[in-house]
């Protein structure tokens, strides 16, 4: 099993970056693919990215592609979303997920992170 926690939320203004962390406690995080999602209030957890296990191949919502970069570093067992170009629209709570099947649905995501706030005001 691997446990997630993410960090690096805050507030930014609009414009401005992030990056936010996943650290992944266990010996098999690098047999899982990882994703990031986020929930704004009153809506559902919607899709991000995902990036494969050796991090070759990644996949962005098209919300996010070209402002959003995810990356991974298996020896760290540590994986990142770097966030530029914030918009207000980005303001959630992100979290970083790992699944052992291909999948941009928060239901195939069996191991969950706690959340980490991201603000970014106009």
């Known amino acids: 099993q691997v446990q997630l926690v993410e960090s690096g939320g805050g507030l930014v203004q609009a414009g401005g970056s992030l990056r936010l962390s996943c650290a992944a406690a266990?010996?098999?995080?690098?047999?899982?693919?990882m994703g990031w999602f986020r929930q704004a209030p009153g809506k559902e957890r919607e899709f991000v990215a995902t990036i494969s296990r050796s991090g070759s191949s990644t996949y962005y919502a098209d919300s996010v592609k070209g402002r959003f970069t995810i990356s991974r570093d298996n020896a760290r067992n540590t994986g990142y979303l770097q966030m530029n170009s914030l918009k207000p629209e980005d303001t959630a709570v992100y979290y970083c997920a790992a699944s052992a099947t291909v999948s941009l649905s928060p239901h195939d995501y069996n191991l969950w992170g706690q959340g980490t706030q991201v603000t970014v005001s106009s």
């Open positions: 266990g010996r098999t995080f690098s047999n899982y693919r």
